[in-house]
């Protein structure tokens, strides 16, 4: 049973109010296609956060150990998010990435690989590049600018679609790609800090 609907209703309900949530160039998104959606990653409320606030339904990968925790476990799936292993790589995640690109629906990573510990964008992993240069797919580049503080402004920021065809065609390196998605995120920071 799909529960993303009412996750997103509830996650809605209560996390506009509580960190006065501005969503800005939610109209850049593309309304079909794939999409590699990349942001930076500052708490464990982004998934959430990015979930309510895009207009299509995001699938996003999630580290392998939070599929084997009790509760979530059971909600993970039901709201399109599927696991991949850390620190290695992972086959069976990196298909499954591609087919849901290449099948025009929306993923979302966090090309850092894991939370900022200091709030700053750190360097992104070249799964990113690798996602966006072999999965026929556009890349949105958002930016969460915190903090997480009940009744303070957070905003979530949505780029314009990052056009990779240019690097395919010049057979760029996965890691180029990522530094390129990185630096537009870091782009978006810096504007809307």
């Known amino acids: 049973m799909n529960l993303y609907p009412l996750g997103k209703f509830l996650v809605s309900a209560l996390y506009y109010p509580l960190y006065r949530v501005k969503v800005i160039g939610k109209e850049n998104f593309p309304k079909e296609g794939g999409v590699l959606l990349c942001t930076n990653h500052i708490d464990n409320?982004?998934?959430?956060?990015?979930?309510?606030?895009?207009?299509?339904?995001?699938?996003?990968?999630?580290?392998?150990?939070?599929?084997?925790m009790p509760l979530l476990k059971s909600i993970l799936p039901r709201v399109?998010?599927?696991?991949?292993?850390?620190?290695?790589?992972?086959?069976?995640a990196f298909r499954k990435?591609?087919?849901?690109?290449?099948?025009?629906?929306?993923?979302?990573?966090?090309p850092e690989g894991t939370r900022s510990k200091t709030g700053e964008l750190t360097k992104g992993?070249?799964?990113a590049g690798f996602f966006a240069l072999k999965g026929d797919c556009v890349v949105m580049p958002c930016a969460i600018i915190g903090p997480y503080k009940p009744f303070?402004?957070?905003?979530?920021?949505?780029?314009?679609?990052?056009?990779?065809s240019e690097f395919r065609e010049r057979r760029a390196s996965a890691e180029e790609?990522?530094?390129?998605?990185?630096?537009e995120i870091g782009k978006l920071i810096k504007e809307y800090k």
């Open 45 to 68: 409320l982004d998934p959430p956060i990015v979930g309510m606030t895009c207009p299509r339904t995001v699938r996003f990968m999630a580290k392998e150990e939070l599929f084997k």
């Open 152 to 164: 303070k402004s957070l905003k979530v920021v949505y780029g314009k679609p990052m056009d990779i």
């Open 80 to 92: 399109q998010a599927y696991p991949v292993k850390r620190g290695m790589s992972d086959r069976e």
């Open 177 to 183: 790609v990522t530094e390129a998605i990185m630096s």
């Open 125 to 127: 992993l070249a799964g």
């Open 97 to 110: 990435t591609l087919k849901i690109l290449k099948g025009g629906e929306v993923v979302g990573l966090f």
